[in-house]
């Protein structure tokens, strides 16, 4: 079968498609023909090395953290779905990239009716993130104010629904083209990154959502009320640049498939947009890959396998 694999760590030419052995679900999981994977910039930190404490890899690995298929079939135990059922969900690990992959049926959901698996796979890892960093300090509600950093991302575009869902004022910075984009999700102020300073612009948050590290982290502190909290997705290096005296936190999203489940539904009976912003074939995931590293666009890059 087909696989995105890396051999070593490195830049663009690290991962590459290779043959690997189709492999057979265990106790407990079940083998999903892989139809649709998302793009996500862990793939680029994974293939470059920078994430290797944090996730340890045994080499050569299969590349991808999220899909839609359907199963194959039953491992041992496996109880919650039956051959030829739609699913998609995160792995909470690797491989997705891959024709065939075993998952835990604890990861999965169905796919709900209505969604097509590439709108599928655009949804787990971000969809989640997104609402778990949203509420990981419990503190946002009617009248809060967020400030989400690349609100046209595919974190910030499910992160500025959510925030305007739970009645905060929302303020999401993107690039230009991407402003409309934001406030058609219901930002109440778009902030365009590249001609403007946020810092100038706005102030009394209490939660920010930093989805880019760098000095948007440092700049974020003035803004955020002496209360307030940043969550970081982007790297751990929030920790290093929180000072002291200040609530940053570094989140690491956390599979759940109930959650999954409620939001892809939100999704597929249009009480939730997502967007997948590009469809590549299973051959171009490792261009993707190092697109999405350069520059990302607004929504989720999706490959789809049938193509
Ligand atoms: N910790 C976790 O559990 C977890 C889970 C999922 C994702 N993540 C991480 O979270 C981050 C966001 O993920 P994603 O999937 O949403 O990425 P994405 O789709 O690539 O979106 C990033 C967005 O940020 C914008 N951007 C770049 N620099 C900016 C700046 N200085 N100010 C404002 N916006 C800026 C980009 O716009 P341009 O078009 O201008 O480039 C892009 O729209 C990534 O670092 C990813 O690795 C972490």
């Not at 999965?108 to 655009?122: C, N, Y």
């Not at 970081?232 to 929030?238: F, H, K």
Request: no cysteine; net charge negative.
């Amino acid at each position: 079968m087909r696989s995105i694999l890396l051999r070593d760590y490195g830049g663009k030419a690290a991962a590459q498609v290779a043959e690997s052995s189709k492999p057979s679900a265990g106790p407990g999981q079940v083998l999903v023909s892989v139809r649709a994977a998302g793009i996500n910039a862990l793939d680029w930190k994974v293939r470059e090395g920078y994430v290797r404490d944090a996730f340890p890899l045994q080499l050569p690995a299969v590349l991808g953290i999220e899909l839609a298929g359907v199963v194959e079939a039953l491992g041992a135990g496996a109880s919650r779905f039956r051959v030829g059922d739609r699913v998609m969900g995160p792995l909470g690990g690797l491989g997705a990239y891959a024709d065939h992959v075993a998952v835990d049926e604890t990861r999965l959901v169905p796919t709900p009716e209505g969604l097509s698996d590439v709108e599928a796979a655009a949804i787990p890892v971000a969809a989640l993130a997104a609402w778990q960093s949203l509420h990981f300090t419990g503190t946002v509600g009617a009248g809060s104010r967020v400030l989400v950093h690349g609100a046209a991302g595919a974190l910030g575009g499910f992160a500025v629904q959510f925030a305007r869902q739970a009645g905060a004022f929302v303020v999401g910075t993107a690039g230009a083209g991407d402003l409309d984009y934001v406030r058609s999700l219901g930002a109440d102020l778009a902030i365009d990154y590249r001609s403007q300073r946020f810092e100038d612009v706005v102030d009394d948050i209490d939660l920010v959502l930093a989805y880019v590290g760098g000095d948007v982290i440092d700049r974020s502190w003035t803004v955020l009320k002496p209360s307030g909290a940043m969550v970081g997705t982007a790297s751990p290096e929030i920790l290093a640049r929180t000072p002291e005296g200040r609530q940053g936190h570094w989140f690491v999203m956390t599979p759940d498939a109930a959650l999954l489940e409620r939001l892809a539904g939100d999704v597929a009976r249009g009480a939730l947009k997502s967007k997948v912003g590009g469809i590549v074939a299973f051959e171009d995931i490792p261009a993707a890959i190092e697109r999405n590293r350069i520059g990302a666009r607004s929504g989720k890059v999706v490959a789809d396998f049938t193509r």
